[in-house]
């Protein structure tokens, strides 16, 4: 693909992620301390995977001998190690890490858990090169995952039963969860 | 012409997907705040994630049928070809495929064509056996949660120079008696017109010139040129290369040896070449197109078969047919090709020198000190007088010496020497 045809889909992902780091930052002056850390990591992070979308990949002319590609400059090998980075994940840490950071709001956390999902699903479209078309398959699990998420905030706006039985409750489910989602990928 | 290989088998390599690996990230990420932080919405965050990752695929294929037709035969500089690919058994998973270019190969945007065949163009900068790069190609589940990669070497492929624009040639006085298309001194049977002369029995009433006749009284003929052949012996200097790669003093030769063979080959002459590298190989003088391929393929691919530089005492005398215009396509910095140009002009050779020399020793960068700058200036004065001394003792002993930019046609630098004929003895 060439620069001009990579364009388009790294500005579509770096509008996605400011969205997502602006709704899991605001209110800037709500949350604890050590928000703005975190804030500039997860805009450093929205910088980098547009950048590394941006940067020459595959299919585009590499017009230089090859004694000048061994004595690439320091520059450039640094760039092509931290562009390998896996800066879409460490922005979803990021943001999530920004939510946390605010006082509980969970019809705000389910918004921005589909906001996620979209920046996710919009850097895979990037990086393949792919129409949206390509989702069609999903869109059924997507709508049952909103559902889910939507009653997830609803109960967790519901008034809280005792401190101690709640969170036992919610560890478990958690712990489960996570054990189904490794199960989930370790065949891979 | 085009070619297909035979299909070969690939084995692919499944790994996570990006977007698996981001969906993962986000679940576990979630799953760990709600418990740390106590906040059920984490925990509903996580849900999307999760549910995206269930589809399971069982049946990804472990390995593909790899088709690649490619150009068989050579291209040349700044042309584009392309690489055809077909992937099959693959099934239901979607395909990307992208041509990694090797060094010197510009490759354009991979397009699936209505039959089922990749198109990826691609373009060599730079002439030589160049390697294309390898095709890549990325298989991805229809859940878009595992992806397979693998690549295919191409093969390489010859590309040729781009031969420079040359139109007006060099031409002997005296031309060996083989029929051409250049006019001879010699009169003969060709069509342009040398003079008249006085009729003798035997010759043709039809060549009777009558208003010459009637001017003398007696009868007039007219006489035409001969039409004869040349032969061009082209000596290629590629024994030294300075300057920028792509436009440096090999590149230009090769460039100019491509031009001048193809314009003499054009004319019906009787080219040879004579290739002063490494080693020295040459063709001896042939016409017509096998000629040219086989002066095409020497000037592009070193096969290393000819004899070693420090071995040869002089040129061949095969390659070197009396009568032969010797055009000489060099930088002039081997003190062993000078030499042998002046053995040439003691051979009684027409000589013609096209330099290409380019560039000029670098004197370095602006942390140099003030006095090691003022040397490194003295030393490149130095050097260009010497160069200046190698080219006016070859014009002393009757070299023309011309200079070549690389950027215009070869007309101009010919043009003193291609108006008339270039005078020689045999």
């Known amino acids: 693909m060439t620069i001009a045809g990579r364009v388009r889909p790294a500005l579509i992902v770096a509008a996605v992620a400011a969205v997502v780091i602006a709704w899991a930052a605001v209110p800037a002056g709500g949350g604890r301390a050590g928000l703005k850390p975190v804030l500039i990591a997860a805009i450093a992070c929205a910088l980098f995977t547009a950048a590394g979308l941006l940067s020459a990949g595959p299919g585009v002319a590499q017009i230089q001998p090859g004694y000048a590609r061994r004595e690439e400059s320091f520059l450039s090998r640094t760039w092509s190690s931290v562009r390998r980075l896996p800066w879409p994940q460490a922005l979803v840490v990021a943001s999530l890490g920004l939510e946390a950071l605010h006082p509980s709001r969970p019809w705000h956390s389910a918004v921005l858990a589909v906001l996620i999902i979209g920046f996710l699903l919009a850097v895979h479209l990037a990086e393949a090169a792919a129409k949206p078309s390509v989702f069609r398959p999903h869109l059924p699990l997507l709508a049952v995952g909103l559902g889910l998420a939507v009653l997830s905030a609803g109960a967790a706006m519901l008034p809280a039963l005792g401190a101690a039985s709640g969170s036992g409750l919610l560890a478990v489910i958690a712990a489960i969860a996570a054990v189904v989602a490794a199960a989930l990928v370790l065949p891979l | ?426």
């Not at chain 2, 009169?187 to 008249?196: K, L, M, N, R």
């Not at chain 2, 004579?274 to 020497?298: E, L, N």
């Open chain 2, 1 to 426: 012409m085009l070619t297909a290989g035979p299909q070969r088998t690939v084995t692919v390599t499944w790994r996570l997907s990006g977007l698996a690996r981001g969906l993962v990230t986000l679940a576990l990420a979630a799953l760990a705040l709600a418990v740390i932080t106590r906040r059920a919405e984490f925990a509903g965050m996580a849900a999307p994630a999760l549910l995206l990752l269930t589809p399971h695929q069982p049946s990804r294929p472990e390995s593909v049928g790899v088709m690649l037709t490619v150009a068989a035969g050579q291209v040349t500089e700044t042309e584009q070809a392309t690489v055809l690919a077909k992937i099959s058994g693959h099934g239901d998973a979607t395909l990307q495929v992208c041509l990694q270019p090797a060094a010197w190969i510009a490759a354009g945007t991979a397009a699936l064509g209505d039959d089922g065949w990749f198109r990826l163009p691609f373009r060599a900068e730079r002439w030589g056996l160049r390697a294309v790069g390898v095709l890549e190609v990325i298989l991805r589940d229809r859940w878009r949660l595992a992806e397979g990669r693998l690549i295919v070497e191409l093969p390489p492929v010859t590309c040729m120079p781009l031969p420079a624009r040359l139109e007006s040639l060099v031409v002997l006085s005296k031309l060996p008696v083989r029929l051409g298309e250049h006019a001879a001194r010699a009169t003969g049977e060709g069509v342009e017109f040398a003079g008249i002369r006085e009729f003798v029995p035997g010759d043709r009433q039809r060549r009777i010139n009558w208003p010459a006749t009637t001017r003398r009284g007696t009868l007039q003929l007219n006489t035409f040129s001969a039409e004869r052949s040349q032969v061009t012996v082209i000596l290629m200097d590629v024994s030294t290369d300075v300057g920028t790669v792509g436009l440096s003093t090999s590149d230009l030769a090769v460039r100019a040896t491509a031009g001048i063979a193809a314009a003499y080959l054009a004319a019906r002459d009787r080219v040879g070449l004579i290739s002063f590298g490494r080693q020295v190989r040459w063709i001896t003088p042939a016409p017509g197109r096998r000629q040219a391929d086989r002066i095409m393929t020497m000037i592009t691919v070193d096969h290393g078969d000819g004899e070693p530089l420090a071995a040869v005492t002089r040129l061949p005398s095969a390659a070197l047919p009396p009568g032969a215009l010797i055009v000489v396509v060099s930088p002039l910095l081997s003190l062993r090709l000078i030499e042998a140009l002046r053995e040439l002009r003691e051979r009684g050779f027409a000589t013609i020198v096209l330099d290409v020399l380019c560039a000029e020793p670098d004197i370095g960068s602006g942390h140099l000190g003030s006095r090691d700058r003022a040397m490194a200036k003295m030393a490149r004065r130095v050097w260009r007088m010497e160069q200046d001394a190698i080219r006016f003792s070859l014009r002393e002993l009757g070299i023309p010496v011309t200079r070549w930019d690389g950027q215009s046609s070869l007309d101009e630098p010919f043009a003193p020497y291609s108006r008339r004929v270039m005078v020689n003895r045999e």
